[in-house]
C-alpha cells in the first residue's frame, strides 16, 4: 500500500469501519482509474469527488460528514499549509457533492464564502449564490445527484467559476429549454436561463442520455 493510500484510509477509518472504508476507496479509484502514486491535481479532485459520495452515504451527521472530508482533504493535499495548486488558471477548487437537499445549501454557502473572500460586493455574492442554488437543484430534480466545483479564477482576471455536472438523463431540446416561453418547474423560476443572465459567462453542454455539464464564470469588476 502507497503512502497516499495510507494516508486516505487512516482518514476514513476514523470515521467509518475499516473494512468499509477499504471498500470506498476501492470503488474511488475504480471509478476514476487512477494510480494514487501517479495523481494530478485534477485527478485529487476526481479522487476526493468519488470518495466524497462515499462519506455522504456511510457517515452519519453532517458535522461528522464535515470532519471526515477535512481529514481526507488533507490526506490527499498534505499538511495544510501547503501551497495550494495550480492547473489551468485556477488557484483554488472546491467540490461539492450534490445528493440531498441540503447539499444545495452547502454548495450555495461555500460558493457566498468564496465570493466574499475574493471581493465580491453583497450584490454580486448574492448573483453567485442564487445561481449555484439553481444549479445545484437542478441536479437533485432532474438527475438525482452530480457535483458542483467552486474555483477562484487567477489573477489575469479574479472571479469565480462554478461546474456543474451530473450523469443524468441530459437535456433533449436544450434550444427550448433556453428559449423565451420555457419556465422552470424548480428551484426559484429562473433555471437555467435565469444563470445565463446572472453570470458573465454561462457553456452549457447536454444531450439526451450524456448527463449535463453546466461551466458558469462571474468576474469581479
Do not use: W
Not at 490526506?75 to 472546491?94: H, W
Not at 452547502?106 to 453567485?128: E, M, N, Y
Amino acid at each position: 500500500m502507497n503512502p497516499i493510500e495510507q494516508r486516505v484510509l487512516s482518514a476514513l477509518g476514523r470515521y467509518m469501519s475499516k473494512i468499509l472504508a477499504r471498500s470506498v476507496l476501492g470503488l474511488a479509484v475504480e471509478c476514476t482509474a487512477l494510480d494514487l502514486r501517479m495523481l494530478s491535481t485534477s485527478g485529487k479532485r476526481r479522487l476526493v469527488e468519488e470518495i466524497s459520495r462515499g462519506v455522504r452515504l456511510y457517515v452519519v451527521g453532517e458535522a461528522r460528514q464535515n470532519d471526515c472530508l477535512s481529514a481526507l482533504n488533507e490526506a490527499i493535499e498534505g499538511p495544510r499549509g501547503a501551497a495550494a495548486p495550480q492547473v489551468r488558471g485556477i488557484d483554488t477548487a472546491v467540490t461539492v457533492p450534490v445528493i440531498v437537499e441540503n447539499d444545495i445549501v452547502t454548495a450555495r454557502t461555500t460558493g457566498r464564502d468564496l465570493c466574499r473572500q475574493l471581493g465580491f460586493s453583497p450584490a454580486g455574492q448574492i448573483k453567485v449564490a442564487t445561481a449555484i442554488s439553481e444549479l445545484a437543484r437542478n441536479i437533485i430534480q432532474y438527475a438525482g445527484h452530480g457535483t458542483i466545483v467552486l474555483a477562484s479564477l487567477e489573477a489575469s482576471r479574479p472571479g469565480v467559476e462554478i461546474v456543474a455536472s451530473d450523469d443524468g438523463p441530459g437535456i433533449a431540446d436544450l434550444d427550448h429549454v433556453l428559449g423565451g416561453s420555457y419556465v422552470s418547474k424548480h428551484g426559484m423560476g429562473i433555471g437555467l436561463k435565469g444563470v445565463r443572465k446572472l453570470m458573465d459567462e454561462c457553456d452549457i453542454r447536454s444531450s439526451s442520455g450524456a448527463g449535463t455539464v453546466v461551466t458558469a464564470r462571474k468576474f469581479l469588476t
